[in-house]
T-cell receptor
Framework: EPEVTQTPSHQVTQMGQEVILRCVPI?????FYWYRQILGQKVEFLVSFYNNEISEKSEIFDDQFSVERPDGSNFTLKIRSTKLEDSAMYFCASSDRGLEGYTFGSGTRLTVV | RKEVEQDPGPFNVPEGATVAFNCTYSNSASQSFFWYRQDCRKEPKLLMS???SGNEDGRFTAQLNRASQYISLLIRDSKLSDSATYLC????????????FGTGTKLQVIP
């Protein structure tokens, strides 16, 4: 079964550092997403990406965040200057047909110290 | 009012029991509804879509009540493997853009 692959599985970074979280979506999917889940809290939408541009973003997705699909296969989330409150599990998802076609990656646990 | 609201539980039920979860949503323009399952520290996985006419998949039945803006999930003959957090998910666009997750209801099935 096709998978969405996320790397690394766990990243520890110092406050103020930049991090890049990487995702390889399923190859024939056209819609890409990032979500985050702070420990013990709900899954929160960050951004959706289609046709090489952001189609929607949440209020969480401020100027510190950016997404890219640099080479047609990887889909990355960059956090420019990490804060303690950015510590969370970050899930990438891709889809070919909206939520019914979503496949989530297994997530990257980001710990900011 | 929260966009998508669920009773966090936990619901502790014996094996073989029937258990039901409800979820309310605030946006009357919401179009699509889903139940997802999330195991501890894992990614969410689609359990089932929720259609206006209701739908059933084995031991799982989902219902939608648009007038009262809630959806429900019924699990019959609970198995130990059903232990997880069940997430109510709502979208106003079929899921192509913003998707709103509830906080989840934790189910623990006890031997």
């Amino acid at each position: 079964e096709p998978e969405v692959t996320q790397t690394p599985s766990h990243q520890v970074t110092q406050m103020g550092q930049e991090v890049i979280l990487r995702c390889v979506p399923i190859s024939n999917h056209l819609y890409f997403y990032w979500y985050r889940q702070i420990l013990g809290q709900k899954v929160e939408f960050l951004v959706s990406f289609y046709n090489n541009e952001i189609s929607e973003k949440s209020e969480i997705f401020d100027d510190q965040f950016s997404v890219e699909r640099p080479d047609g296969s990887n889909f990355t989330l960059k956090i420019r200057s990490t804060k303690l409150e950015d510590s969370a599990m970050y899930f990438c998802a891709s889809s070919d047909r909206g939520l019914e076609g979503y496949t989530f990656g297994s997530g990257t646990r980001l710990t900011v110290v | 009012r929260k966009e998508v609201e669920q009773d966090p539980g936990p619901f502790n039920v014996p094996e073989g029991a029937t258990v039901a979860f409800n979820c309310t949503y605030s946006n009357s323009a919401s179009q699509s509804f889903f139940w997802y399952r999330q195991d501890c520290r894992k990614e969410p996985k689609l359990l089932m879509s929720v259609y206006s006419s209701g739908n059933e998949d084995g031991r799982f039945t989902a219902q939608l009540n648009r007038a009262s803006q809630y959806i429900s999930l019924l699990i019959r003959d609970s198995k130990l493997s059903d232990s997880a957090t069940y997430l109510c998910v709502v979208t106003d666009s079929g899921g192509y853009q913003k998707v709103t997750f509830g906080t989840g209801t934790k189910l623990q099935v006890i031997p």
